[in-house]
């Protein structure tokens, strides 16, 4: 079997099984990041995507102050944040637990544009059959591409619920 067949049949399996696996849903997420004197605090809405078992996409948009501390200055911010991130569920007895690890990108209308590494953990508590509660928790390190913000650390919160399919 040729390298191109071999990876075709890979990833229709993987398609296939993660047919029966897709799940998505949506919640409430808090953004907090430091950055040397300039802090930020956010809050608001995200959503998520399974296509894969081991795979999460999530779009936030969130709004909050960004301050910069020893000039005491603070502005509104909005931000969009889009991660990906790979996960390895531990099924428990009604619950999913599962650590996270990606990357993600946050677009400030500051303008500041970060690309952040993402690690963490989360679950998933079964309500009922299709339905769940997820949560995680998240932290970052937020490498800043353009803008004024620098580099620095960030955790985020997220709760949600989601369907399975």
């Known amino acids: 079997m040729t390298k191109r067949a071999l990876l ?11 047919a029966s696996a897709f799940s998505f849903g949506g919640g409430l997420v808090f ?3 430091w950055l040397g004197s300039q802090d930020h605090y956010a809050f608001g809405a995200w959503g998520f995507v399974d296509p ?6 999530s779009v936030g948009l969130l709004g909050g102050t960004f301050e910069r ?11 969009m944040d889009i991660s990906l991130l790979g996960k390895l569920p531990f099924y428990l007895g009604g619950m999913d637990i599962f650590p996270l690890l990606g990357v993600g990108g946050s677009l ?16 998933d508590l079964d309500i009922r059959r299709n339905l769940f509660i997820r949560a995680s928790v998240l932290g970052s390190y937020n490498f800043e591409v353009f803008g004024g913000g620098g580099n620095g650390f960030g955790l ?3 709760v949600g619920i989601g369907s399975r399919r």
């Open 108 to 123: 400030m209308i500051y303008p500041v544009l970060f690309i952040r590494p993402k690690f963490g953990a989360g679950a």
């Open 52 to 57: 894969l078992p081991f795979l999460e996409l």
């Open 69 to 79: 501390g020893h000039w005491d200055e603070s502005a509104t911010l909005f931000a």
């Open 31 to 33: 953004d907090a990041g």
């Open 8 to 18: 075709a049949l890979v990833l229709l399996a993987l398609l296939a099984g993660g």
């Open 156 to 158: 985020t919160t997220k």
